[in-house]
T-cell receptor
């Protein structure tokens, strides 16, 4: 069983919709990371959080430490948000990655 | 700060050949990671360095794989006697200290073994 599980695996949304991607983890962590990967591109860190909630533009990330669960929300989604979103956790010197959620936003 | 740089971006090779990839981390980042990623999967850990010391290697890393970071700056990943199963994106990432820090990724090297 993977230390980090994401859902859904694939997501298609209409432009403007509110999107939620979920992440559950099974190990103690020092921080949780949300990453974005565009096709053929590298991976960009969106958020790193260890408690509560963070917001950046239309993106919001929340974490519930007790439930070992995090969500990434995208408000007013746009086609340029189409990418793979990866949840990762850091534990000691190591990072553990989910398999990613492939998001497609249709105009 | 020019970010993490990886070369080459793409590599096509024939089975049995050796290949070497290079990663230049963000300067003063003392921790460097190598990952492998295949389609539809998250990054899979290969190895990491603290400065020039290789501190951990994945059990999945066969003896055909070797990595170095001779002066604690750039790193190389070599695959000897490549196999078709080695075809993947090889990602390098760096971080200032490791635990609780953001990972900064390079754009990756896409390896295709024919």
């Amino acid at each position: 069983k993977n230390e980090v599980e994401q859902s859904p695996q694939n997501l298609t949304a209409q432009e403007g919709e509110f999107i939620t991607i979920n992440c559950s983890y099974s190990v103690g962590i020092s921080a949780l990371h949300w990453l974005q990967q565009h096709p053929g591109g590298g991976i960009v860190s969106l958020f790193m959080l260890s408690s509560g909630k963070k917001k950046h533009g239309r993106l919001i990330a929340t974490i519930n430490i007790q439930e070992k669960h995090s969500s990434l929300h995208i408000t007013a989604s746009h086609p340029r948000d189409s990418a793979v979103y990866i949840c990762a956790v850091s534990r000691g010197n190591q990072f553990y990655f989910g398999t990613g959620t492939s998001l497609t936003v249709i105009p | 700060d020019t970010g993490v740089s990886q070369n080459p971006r793409h590599k096509i090779t024939k089975r049995g050949q050796n290949v070497t990839f290079r990663c230049d981390p963000i300067s003063e980042h003392n921790r460097l990671y190598w990952y492998r990623q295949t389609l539809g999967q998250g990054p899979e850990f290969l190895t990491y360095f603290q400065n020039e010391a290789q501190l951990e290697k994945s059990r999945l890393l066969s003896d055909r794989f070797s990595a170095e970071r001779p002066k604690g700056s750039f790193s190389t990943l070599e695959i000897q006697r490549t196999e078709q199963g080695d075809s993947a994106m090889y990602l390098c990432a760096s971080t200032p200290t490791g635990s609780g820090e953001k990972l900064f990724f390079g754009s990756g090297t896409q390896l295709s073994v024919l």
